[in-house]
Structure formats: structure tokens, C-alpha cells
């Protein structure tokens, strides 16, 4: 059983290792560069290990798990939360949030939840016609806006309607999906 420190952010909620024993540092690579003083620790998806601070304001639990990947999708990605900006947008019009540099690790969750034997997050979420909403960055003008991409070049028609209660029903790109896609509805 491995533990995991549970962290809250704007879009949900996110785990990283954590050890309070050298036992529990066994496997990780750092058997040799973590002493017990040290503990505990949380080891990041960079590589790298920090110091368990308790008092962290993004701290939630701890909690046991003999999962990787201990909690569900819906805790991790918030599912249809009205504060959504940026994620992915089902066929039926369902959101998951997910942050700036997020979507890859949103798109495993959601693949790894809905579609357990699929092996490619992304490729699959745009070919079962999911769509995304990123932020597009102009280095021209140095001006970050959300930008709705979909693979296919099409959309649903509750994904139009979803897009239209975000504010981003107007957006160019979205305009020519909804007219390649309404001949479909």
C-alpha cells in the first residue's frame, strides 16, 4: 500500500507520493539521497522530492491507496464546474477542468476512467469527438485567450450549446465548426 498526499488547485484536486518512513521511500530511486530526518517527503511528477509540510494551504489528506493513481476522475478534474476556463468538453456537453498545462494528464484520467482499454488519451478523447479549450497564447501581442479546438472539425450540437453558456459561442473558430457540423443535427 502506498500513501499520498493530496493537494487541493482552481480545477480540482491532484496527489503526489508521499513517505513518512524509509520503508515507504523503497522504490522510489531515493533510497539513497533521503534519511530519516529528512521525512516526510512528497515526491513531485517532476522527478524531484520535497518536504511534507502539513500546514500547506493546498494540503487536504493523506490517504493509502495500492492504485498509482488513487483518485477518480471527478475529483481530480472538476466535472461540469461553473468556474470552467479550460479542459475538455464531451460529446454530451460534459466539462472537465484541468489547468494551463494540464490537458495531457486530464485526457489519461478521463481515457483511463471511460475507456479502459484505448491507449492513446488525446487521439482517443478526439476521435470519440471530445473537443478542447485551450489558452492560446499571442507572443505577438503578448495576450492569452481561450481557443476551442476540436480534431475532427466538427461538434455536437450540446457541445455548441455548452460553448454558447461558456461565452465562446462567438469565436471565430467556433463558428466554422458549428457550420461544418449543422447539416449532422
Not at 499520498?4 to 530511486?29: E, H, I, P
Not at 476512467?113 to 507572443?139: C, F, M, N, Q
Amino acid at each position: 500500500m502506498m500513501k499520498f498526499a493530496v493537494y487541493s488547485s482552481d480545477t480540482g484536486q491532484y496527489c503526489y507520493r508521499y513517505a513518512d518512513s524509509l520503508q515507504q521511500v523503497k522504490g522510489t530511486g531515493y533510497e539513497d539521497l533521503i534519511r530519516e530526518e529528512q521525512l516526510p517527503v512528497v515526491f513531485d511528477d517532476s522527478g524531484g522530492y520535497f518536504r511534507f509540510d502539513p500546514n500547506d494551504r493546498h494540503f487536504v489528506e493523506v490517504i493509502e491507496s495500492d492504485k498509482t493513481c488513487p483518485l477518480p476522475l471527478d475529483r481530480m478534474f472538476r466535472r461540469n464546474d461553473p468556474g470552467f476556463r479550460l479542459g475538455w468538453i464531451s460529446p454530451e456537453g460534459d466539462t472537465y477542468s484541468c489547468a494551463y498545462t494540464k490537458h495531457n494528464k486530464c485526457a489519461e484520467t478521463i481515457v483511463r476512467t471511460l475507456y479502459r482499454t484505448e491507449k492513446y488519451p488525446e487521439l482517443t478523447l478526439h476521435r470519440k469527438g471530445w473537443i478542447e479549450v485551450i489558452d492560446s497564447w499571442d507572443a505577438t501581442e503578448q495576450k492569452h485567450s481561450r481557443y476551442v479546438h476540436s480534431e475532427r472539425g466538427e461538434i455536437t450540437r450540446k457541445q455548441a450549446d455548452k460553448l454558447f453558456d461558456l461565452g465562446l459561442y462567438d469565436r471565430p473558430e467556433v463558428q466554422k465548426l458549428i457550420r461544418s457540423s449543422e447539416a449532422g443535427w
